[in-house]
C-alpha cells in the first residue's frame, strides 16, 4: 500500500505539471498529453516488478512508474474521491440530505449520468423545450437533437432520488454555478427558482415582474459556471417544468429529472432498475448487521427476494427488523407470507414509514409511494391493474389476459363491454408509469414487481378472483 500511495504522489504531481504547463488544454488534450509521455503509468499483470528507465531524446533520463497486480477500477475511484477533496467549498446548493448508511451499486449510472449531461453541454437544445413522453403529451420534430436535459425513470422505490442525491455529492465540483433542488411534486418550481437565487444567489429580483418573468430574470442573471437543476419527482412535464426551464441556447444549465414517467428524446432517459440479489442482501447486511444475517442466510435471501430487490421495500424491512431485535427473519417473512394470503401484505407495519426514524430519502411507505401513482391512473388501468395481480406471480402472456378480461365482462353485470383497445391503453398507461414491465417483447409477456402486485391486490378487496372463476 506504502508503494500504492507513492507511486500516486508521483503521478499527482506528474498531472498538476501538465495542468501547469497547459492551462488552457481539455481534458481530452490533456489525457493525450499524459498517454504521450513515456512517464506515463504502465500496468504490468502477474507478479511482474519492472522498474525502467527511459531515455528520451536529449538523453534526459525519465523513472517510470510501473504497477504490477493492479486494482483499475481501485485507482479510479481514488483519484476520483482525490479530485473530489480537492472542490472548492462552498458551491450553492440546497440538495437533500441522504438518509443511507452506504449507497449500494449503480457506479455505472453515476457515470452514465455525468456523460449525459456533460454531452449535453456540446449541443444547442433548441427542440429540449418540447420533449416527447410516451404517452404522447408533446413531441419534437428533431429526431437527432440531443438536450442537456437527463432522466433517471423507474418504479416508485427504486432509487431515483437517491441517486440524484449521489450524483450532487459525487460531481458537485463540476456546477461552480449552484446545485438547485426542486421538488417538483409538491411545490411550485417557479417559486422555488426565485427563492433559491435570492436566498443562495443574492439575487435582487424586481418584484413587479410577473412568475415565470422573474424566472427568466434569474436565468439571465445567475452566477458563472455551469449549474445542475434536479427536477425531483416530475408528475406532469409540460404542466410543471417547461413553463420555467433555462434558456435552450444556454448550454451551462444542466437539467436532471428523475421520475416515475417514461420519457422520449430529446430527453435523454436512464433506467433504474431494482438491485441485484447480492446488493439488496448487501444493503440489508448494512442495515441490520452481519451477525443476524449470517444466523438466517438464506431466510435473508428469501425476504430480499420476497421484496424482489426494491430498496425502498428493502430499507423499510431493514429498519424495522432493527427496531425489533427480538423477532426472527423467518417469523417475519412467515408473517408477511400470511397477510399476502389475505391481500393484505402491502399492509404489514415493516413495509410502513416510521414517522420516528424514518430519514428524509424515505419519505413514504411502500403503499404510500405506489398510492401516489394509483391515483394518476383512470378506472380501466387500476381494474387492469387488478386483474393482472391475481395471477401467479409469474410472467403473463398477454392473450391470457384479454382472454380474463373477455370472460369477466361476459359474466358482468354492469353491462361492461369487451374492448381490445381500451385495454391496451389501459396497459400503455401501467407501462408509461412503471407499474407494469413488459418482460418479453416477442411473445408479448408481461410482469408486475411483486410489491406492485401486493399492492394491486390490496385493491381487491371483496371482489372475486376473476382468473378462477372466469378463465378456467
Ligand atoms: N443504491 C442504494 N443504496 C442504498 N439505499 C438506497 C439505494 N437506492 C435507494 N435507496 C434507499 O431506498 C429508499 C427509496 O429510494 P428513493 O426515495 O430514491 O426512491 P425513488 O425512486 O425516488 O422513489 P419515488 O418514485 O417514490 O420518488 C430511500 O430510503 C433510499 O435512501
Ligand atoms: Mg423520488
Not at 293 to 307: F, P, S, V
Request: proline share 4%; with cysteine; net charge negative.
Amino acid at each position: 500500500m506504502a508503494d500504492f500511495i507513492e507511486q500516486l504522489e508521483q503521478l499527482s504531481k506528474f498531472i498538476a505539471e501538465n495542468l501547469q504547463s497547459a492551462p488552457n488544454a481539455t481534458v481530452e488534450e490533456l489525457v493525450e498529453r499524459l498517454k504521450a509521455d513515456n512517464r506515463i503509468i504502465q500496468i504490468n499483470t502477474g507478479n511482474a516488478l519492472a522498474f525502467q528507465t527511459l531515455v528520451k531524446e536529449g538523453g534526459n533520463a525519465y523513472p517510470g512508474i510501473h504497477l504490477h497486480d493492479f486494482d483499475e477500477e481501485k485507482l479510479d475511484k481514488v483519484l476520483k474521491a482525490f479530485w473530489r477533496s480537492l472542490q472548492p467549498a462552498g458551491i450553492s446548493n440546497n440538495v437533500p440530505r441522504s438518509g443511507v448508511a452506504k449507497f449500494i451499486g449503480r457506479e455505472q449510472e453515476l457515470d452514465r449520468l455525468h456523460t449525459q449531461l456533460q454531452q449535453g453541454n456540446l449541443v444547442a437544445i433548441s427542440a429540449v423545450s418540447k420533449p416527447r413522453t410516451n404517452s404522447g403529451r408533446s413531441s419534437t420534430s428533431q429526431q437527432d437533437d440531443r438536450s442537456s436535459i437527463s432522466a433517471v425513470e423507474g418504479m416508485g422505490g427504486v432509487g431515483k432520488t437517491e441517486l440524484a442525491i449521489q450524483y450532487t455529492q459525487q460531481y458537485a465540483y463540476s456546477y461552480e454555478g449552484g446545485i438547485c433542488w426542486l421538488f417538483t411534486r409538491e411545490f411550485n418550481v417557479g417559486t422555488q427558482v426565485v427563492s433559491f437565487a435570492q436566498s443562495r444567489l443574492n439575487l435582487k429580483i424586481p418584484e413587479e415582474l410577473e412568475l415565470p418573468d422573474q424566472v427568466a430574470f434569474c436565468w439571465q442573471n445567475w452566477r458563472e459556471g455551469h449549474v445542475l437543476l434536479v427536477l425531483d419527482d416530475v408528475v406532469n412535464y409540460s404542466r410543471d417544468v417547461e413553463p420555467y426551464l433555462p434558456p435552450s441556447a444556454s448550454a451551462r444549465f444542466k437539467v436532471l429529472m428523475t421520475t416515475r414517467l417514461k420519457f422520449g428524446p430529446p430527453i435523454q432517459s436512464i433506467s433504474l432498475d431494482v438491485l441485484s440479489p447480492e446488493q439488496s442482501l448487501e444493503l440489508l447486511i448494512v442495515l441490520i448487521g452481519e451477525e443476524r444475517i449470517q444466523q438466517e442466510l438464506e431466510i435473508a435471501k428469501t425476504l430480499c427476494k420476497w421484496l424482489e430487490h426494491l430498496p425502498l421495500g428493502i430499507e423499510l424491512v431493514g429498519r424495522y427488523l432493527l427496531k425489533r431485535t427480538d423477532l426472527s427473519l423467518s417469523t417475519l417473512l412467515f408473517r408477511l407470507q400470511q397477510k399476502a394470503e389475505k391481500r393484505q401484505a402491502i399492509k404489514h407495519d415493516a413495509l410502513q414509514r416510521d414517522e420516528a426514524t424514518g430519514t428524509s430519502t424515505t419519505k413514504r411507505g411502500v403503499e404510500a409511494a405506489f398510492e401516489l401513482s394509483w391515483d394518476d391512473l383512470d378506472e380501466n388501468s387500476q381494474h387492469l391493474g387488478k386483474l393482472l395481480s391475481l395471477f401467479a406471480p409469474a410472467p403473463i402472456p398477454w392473450h391470457l389476459a384479454e382472454s380474463v378480461e373477455q370472460k369477466y365482462c361476459e359474466n358482468s353485470d354492469d353491462g361492461n363491454e369487451f374492448d381490445v383497445e381500451e385495454l391496451e391503453k389501459a396497459r400503455t398507461k401501467l407501462l408509461d408509469l412503471h407499474l407494469l414491465q413488459l418482460s418479453q417483447q416477442k411473445e408479448q409477456i408481461y410482469r408486475l414487481h411483486s410489491l406492485i402486485r401486493e399492492f394491486f391486490r390490496s385493491k381487491l378487496e371483496g371482489e372475486p378472483d376473476v382468473t378462477t372463476s372466469g378463465s378456467t
